[in-house]
């Protein structure tokens, strides 16, 4: 049996009952930082083998396989957030499906999710992009494709790097571009800074340097129109109302 465990994206509080009984059932964790996952633990009063998981590295892949088909249970975490959502987890999900292993996903914990509800744009359906290619072709290319669909797009971005993607969203889709980042969600130091692109880049660069990870949200004008536009062809809701 494989758990898919979300673990907390800042505040403790965040981790849900099933969470704690998961990794508590488990005969071990996968984790990709042992030490960030014992203080967790620690914080719950729960001991347990831990085995550090790297998707990239074939041993580590192959010897978690090992451990499930030998019959032990294992909770696979990550730093913070669901695992397999821009987060190590697919592969292993993946080959534990294809080989009759039971896998469970529990839910809880998203930054992804938190920003899209958090935002006040429209997210009744929305393109997550996760982190960007480094290039700017690529970013553009990405964007343009995603943009067309007519929807919210959320990504991941270094606080780093933030300056210099906003001035090149500007550059590229123009100032009637909504850009809103969320950082530090969950956390001491939680802050939304959200507008039209240049009211945004104004705010982030008078802050000085950023910090804290980066969830920024980008909607394009005409696809607010459409979907304001859009005819109702429900109920009347003050029909029967005096």
């Known amino acids: 049996m494989l758990f898919i465990v979300p673990t907390p994206i800042g505040n403790l509080k965040d ?27 620690n914080h719950f009063g729960i001991q347990k083998k831990l085995f550090r998981y790297n998707e990239h590295d074939e041993r580590s892949v192959a010897s978690a396989m090992a451990w499930l088909r030998s019959g032990h249970s294992a909770a696979l975490v990550t730093d913070g957030g669901s695992p ?35 935002s006040g744009l429209p997210t009744d359906s929305f393109i997550f992009l996760g982190f960007l290619p480094r290039s700017r072709g ?68 008078a802050a000085g340097e950023v910090k804290g990870e980066i969830v920024l949200l980008l909607r394009l004008p005409e696809a607010v129109e459409e979907e304001d536009d859009k005819d109702y062809s429900g109920p009347d809701p003050a029909a029967g109302l005096s």
Request: glycine content about 6%.
């Open 138 to 205: 690529k970013i553009v290319k990405a964007l343009n494709a995603a943009f067309s669909l007519h929807k919210t797009v959320i990504l991941f971005e270094s606080p780093y790097r933030l300056k210099k993607f906003l001035a090149m969203a500007r550059e590229e889709f123009g100032p009637a571009l909504t850009a809103i980042v969320a950082r530090e969600i969950s956390k001491i130091y939680e802050e939304w800074t959200g507008g039209l692109i240049d009211e945004t880049i104004a705010k982030i660069e």
């Open 15 to 41: 981790i849900t009952l099933r969470s704690l009984e998961a990794l508590k059932e488990a005969d071990a964790v996968f984790c990709e930082d042992t030490r960030r996952t014992s203080q967790l633990l």
């Open 84 to 118: 397999c959502i821009s987060d190590p987890g697919r592969r292993l999900v993946a080959l534990a499906r294809s080989t009759g292993i039971k896998v469970t996903a529990l839910p809880g914990p998203s930054a992804v999710i938190a920003a899209a509800a958090g």
